[in-house]
């Protein structure tokens, strides 16, 4: 995004781009405790739909993710006791702390799907302030709550009321630019009990289009004490640093970095430890994509884990070498036998080296 369409004048964008001192109880680098939640690490996978399902959030938590999302689940088809939406509900101990993210327009039905939700077991609620897809915010939710305060407010009366454990929100910079009104919606929250929020600073109106505005997460970050955890545009493990230095936030959250690259968790805690940041061997990423797809089997049958890997497999081989071969054959993945085959094809000659 150009700075121009962020309203702040030069001298306060320079403001912003200083990182605030850190917080007495936030150390750099140190854990990052959200409500009671104390996460082991401040680097934490994105809620994303059609991606963090139970196979992918395992698997970055293997990778050190110090915290993971659901992906968005309605609200409303909570309520109504939707098969299709329970079923974003399926959790494994072995993820905990996890975070289960809502969205939705009515403050009730809010209220009673975080109640359903506290049944499961989520350590954490949070809500969605930033979807700016049509059909969802045409609802009212998601990232169209940014324009109505005063529903907003309500629904986090309600939910709050009925839900005791840590409770976040997700937001976007604010609908459409110039102005930028995450800091004063994050503020907002917080007087209503919010217990720590995520900001990507894009506005709706941009979807993903132009750079992430990072200055705008150092502005929500000074007009809060509760934690604020940055978004957007973290494809490295220094990018990760990079962010924590210049906007002064608490936690970093990573989305399309971390989709066919759950190492990139792994590389940020041997970055902070003084080490050479260790991305994959052959060998670790033809086990990842194996073992991707036998979660994702289990959770969802052999025939749907064989279609999610197609699109899978376009980001796990980004980059590597000869991989146009493969990516041609990715069509022919119906199920385990045939991913074996093409693997298998492809990666021994990424083993021997071969051109
Ligand atoms: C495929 C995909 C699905 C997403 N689904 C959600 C979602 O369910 N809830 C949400 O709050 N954000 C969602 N997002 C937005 C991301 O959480 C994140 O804010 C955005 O991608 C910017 O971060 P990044 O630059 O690290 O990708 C999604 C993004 C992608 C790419």
């Known amino acids: 995004m150009k700075s121009s369409t962020f309203q702040s004048s ?16 936030q150390k750099p ?3 990052l405790r959200i409500g009671n939640v104390e996460l082991d690490h401040w680097a934490v996978l994105a809620p994303m739909a059609g991606i963090t399902n139970l196979a992918f959030r395992l698997l970055a ?32 101990p072995a993820e905990a702390p996890l975070a289960v993210q809502i969205f939705g327009a009515e403050p009730q039905t809010m209220a009673r799907a975080a109640e359903i939700v506290a049944q499961k077991g989520f350590s954490i609620l949070d809500i969605n302030l930033g979807c700016p897809v049509k059909k969802v915010t045409k609802t009212g939710s998601g990232a169209a709550l940014l324009r109505d305060r005063h529903r907003l407010s309500e629904i986090i009366r309600a ?11 997700k937001l976007r910079a604010g609908w459409s630019p110039p102005k930028g009104i995450a800091h004063e919606i994050a503020a907002m929250l917080q007087d209503l009990g919010v217990d720590a929020v995520s900001i990507h600073p894009r506005f709706a109106t941009q979807g993903f289009s132009g750079q992430a505005h990072w200055p705008i997460i150092a502005q929500v970050r000074k007009a809060v004490s509760i934690p604020v955890i940055g978004n957007g545009d973290v494809f490295s493990p220094q990018k990760a640093f990079d962010m924590r230095v210049q906007t002064g936030c608490h936690g970093v959250m990573i989305a399309r970095g ?77 199920d385990l036998d045939s991913l074996t085959r093409e693997m298998e094809k492809y990666f021994n000659t990424l083993e021997r080296g071969e051109p």
């Not at 915290?67 to 399926?90: D, F, I, W």
């Open 10 to 25: 030069a001298r306060e964008d320079q403001e912003l781009r200083q990182p605030p001192s850190p917080l007495p109880c």
């Open 29 to 31: 680098y140190s854990k």
């Open 61 to 92: 938590k293997e990778m050190g993710a110090g915290l993971v999302y659901s992906e968005m689940v309605s609200a409303n088809g909570l309520v109504l006791g939707q098969k299709r939406t329970l079923e974003y509900l399926k959790t494994d």
């Open 159 to 169: 939910v709050r009321k009925v839900w005791p454990r840590a409770l976040t929100a």
């Open 258 to 334: 971390a989709i066919g690259n759950p190492w990139i968790f792994r590389q940020i805690i041997d970055m902070e430890k003084g080490k050479e940041p260790r991305g994959p061997t052959v060998k670790e990423r033809k086990v990842m994509i194996m073992r991707h797809f036998h979660l994702l089997a289990q959770e969802r049958g052999e025939a749907q884990a064989a279609r999610l890997m197609r699109g899978l497999l376009l980001w796990y081989t980004k980059g590597l070498p000869n991989s146009s071969r493969f990516r041609g054959a990715i069509g022919r993945i119906k």
